[in-house]
């Protein structure tokens, strides 16, 4: 199934009007040119939308969405054997933009790929958000973002990042994973198991960072579980600063927690350089000491090379009978 700039959709526009949910089941479903595939309501209630059976999921400057005004969002669930490739601005949206209760969102794949400002959000500015979670082997954010905003707090605190089974973790171009609790909502928590993080050097103003931030509530948990991290670290990613960041914190209330739980040591094996320099002095055979006038120095022969590029090849030196 192949939709080009068009629009399938199930809306709810009255008070109070429920939407119905959208469940396809192929084995591809490409977007592009701008397409749209969507459930919505002003403030009743949407059904889920459901993508499953699929082999692959691409959606190229489109967006597949769920959203609210001041109702109730549904939940976008999909479910993809082989790959999700998501490119352009879009992407995958669960949101509640007036107050409402954002769904969840959830993707099942092998690989997935986030590039060129696509993003996968859920967010309620002044409201419940829901949760992103992400299962897959392999996951690439290049210049791309996976977001979760919301302005009031659940029982597990704000919208939840859950990043799980990785294989590999792979961040370029100003990618962000981000957490934020708006007013004095406390910040969501973002879990992340992968065997790999990998996080390129930055090429613009900005890094690749993991941030669970809050306004006036506590900061978020961030947890990362695996056996590598690279090219990352924990400090405060403060814009402009060129470096890929993990952080945690608030700009009223309490810091959150950062717990990195990694089995590789990097370090392990590295032999420590000497800081001090050699003695010259002491590599020197004093047996030729230069103050000795008797000493010789004799060139017998040029080991089959010439003296220069410009020179011939002639044989050896005739043996000596000694």
């Known amino acids: 199934v192949s939709l080009s700039n068009s629009r399938l959709s199930v809306e709810a526009t009255g008070e109070r009007g429920q939407a119905g949910g959208v469940t396809i089941n192929t ?12 459930a919505s309501n002003v403030s009743g209630e949407s059904q889920d939308i459901t993508l499953e059976g699929l082999n692959t999921l691409t959606v190229n400057n489109s967006l597949i969405s769920a959203s609210t005004q001041t109702g109730t969002a549904g939940s976008l669930n999909i479910n993809v054997t082989d790959s999700v490739n998501l490119n352009g601005v879009g992407g995958l949206s669960v949101a509640a933009t007036e107050g409402g209760t954002a769904g969840n969102l959830t993707v099942k794949t092998t690989q997935m790929s986030v590039q ?8 309620s500015p002044s409201g419940q958000a829901g949760n992103l979670t992400i299962q897959a082997n392999a996951l690439v954010l290049d210049q791309s973002q996976l977001t979760a905003e919301t302005g009031t707090s659940g ?16 961040m370029s171009n100003e990618s962000l ?20 993080l990998l ?3 930055s090429e613009g103003v900005n890094g690749s960072d993991i941030i669970a931030s809050a306004e006036r509530g506590d900061g978020g948990r961030i947890t990362i579980t695996g056996e590598g991290i690279f090219g990352i670290e924990e400090r405060p990613a403060i814009e402009g600063n060129r470096t890929n960041d993990i952080d945690a914190s608030s700009q009223f209330g309490s810091s959150g927690e950062i ?5 590789l040591d990097p370090s392990r094996g590295l032999t420590q350089l000497p800081s001090t320099l050699v003695d010259p002095s002491g590599q020197i055979n004093r047996t030729c000491a230069a103050s000795n006038r008797q000493s010789q120095f004799t060139v017998t022969g040029r080991g089959g090379l010439p003296e220069n590029p410009t020179d011939l090849f002639s044989p050896d030196l005739v043996q000596d009978d000694f």
């Open 27 to 38: 084995q591809q479903l490409s977007l592009s040119d701008n397409s749209q595939l969507s």
């Open 116 to 123: 060129d400002e696509a993003s996968v959000t859920v967010s």
């Open 155 to 170: 029982v597990e605190g704000g919208a939840n990042i859950s990043l799980q089974n990785l294989d590999t973790l792979f």
């Open 177 to 196: 994973i981000s957490a934020k609790a708006s007013g004095d909502a406390n910040g969501g928590n973002i879990d992340i198991t992968t065997t790999f």
């Open 199 to 201: 996080a390129l050097p």
């Open 259 to 263: 717990t990195l739980n990694v089995s």
